[in-house]
């Protein structure tokens, strides 16, 4: 267990629909980061929150917002969604100053 | 641009020989640079990472990775490997906020470089 914790593991939705994935961060970091992995992307970074606040932005879809709230716990909320938003969505903590990034063993979203 | 560069797709060993997994990178200031690894289903898992220091890092189940500046390399290495190693590997580099005293920032990975070791 890596200290973060993703849910749910996997998610089967329909296209056109809104899927909410949870993250909540590794005890003391208070930045949350999220990536979509996906065959043909790779890892790709979407966003980071650092305690409630956004702090950096990728490759995020206008369709794709997220937040952090009080308690650290992140959302990632995915609207109108594509077959090709189907991949492994990983939410990661820390990196702070000298530390490393832990990640979570992801959610597995796939639309029909 | 910030990026990270892992120029094989796959590479393949047999069980007991070296392994190295090539990595290089392209960063502004000085690169924090680290090695995760995914297996099957899994998420990924931290092998290593280069701050400072010496240039040989090493790191998590046997691994080292060695840091060459002229070159912009952070190839991952193994002096015997095991068919367990069998995974995807990823090399990532830090890049760092401007905003918020640079003490923050996400990470860039390669696209990963899948490790086949063969009994």
């Known amino acids: 267990d890596s200290g973060v914790t993703q849910t749910p593991k996997h998610l089967i939705t329909a296209t056109g629909q809104r899927v909410t994935l949870r993250c909540s961060p590794r005890s003391g970091d208070l930045s949350v980061y999220w990536y979509q992995q996906s065959l043909d992307q790779g890892l790709q970074f979407l966003i980071q929150y650092y305690n409630g606040e956004e702090r950096a932005k990728g490759n995020i879809l206008e369709r794709f917002s997220a937040q952090q709230f009080p308690d650290l716990h992140s959302e990632l909320n995915l609207s109108s969604l594509e077959l090709g938003d189907s991949a492994l969505y990983f939410c990661?903590?820390?990196?702070?100053?000298?530390?490393?990034?832990?990640f979570g063993s992801g959610t597995r979203l796939t639309v029909v | 641009a910030q990026s990270v560069a892992q120029p094989e797709d796959q590479v393949n060993v047999a069980e007991g020989n070296p392994l190295t997994v090539k990595c290089t990178y392209s960063v502004s200031g000085n690169p924090y640079l680290f090695w995760y690894v995914q297996y099957p289903n899994r998420g990924l898992q931290f092998l290593l990472k280069?701050?400072?220091?010496?240039?040989l890092v090493k790191g998590s189940y046997g691994f080292e990775a060695e840091f060459n500046k002229s070159q912009t390399s952070f190839h991952l290495k193994k002096p015997s490997a095991l068919v367990s190693d069998s995974a995807l590997y990823f090399c990532?580099?830090?890049?760092?906020?401007?905003?918020?005293?640079?003490?923050?920032?996400?990470?860039?990975f390669g696209k990963g470089t899948k490790l086949s070791v063969k009994p």
């Open positions: 280069y701050i400072t220091g010496d240039n």
């Open positions: 990661a903590s820390g990196g702070q100053g000298n530390y490393g990034y832990t």
């Open positions: 990532a580099v830090r890049v760092l906020s401007t905003n918020y005293g640079g003490s923050q920032g996400n990470l860039i």
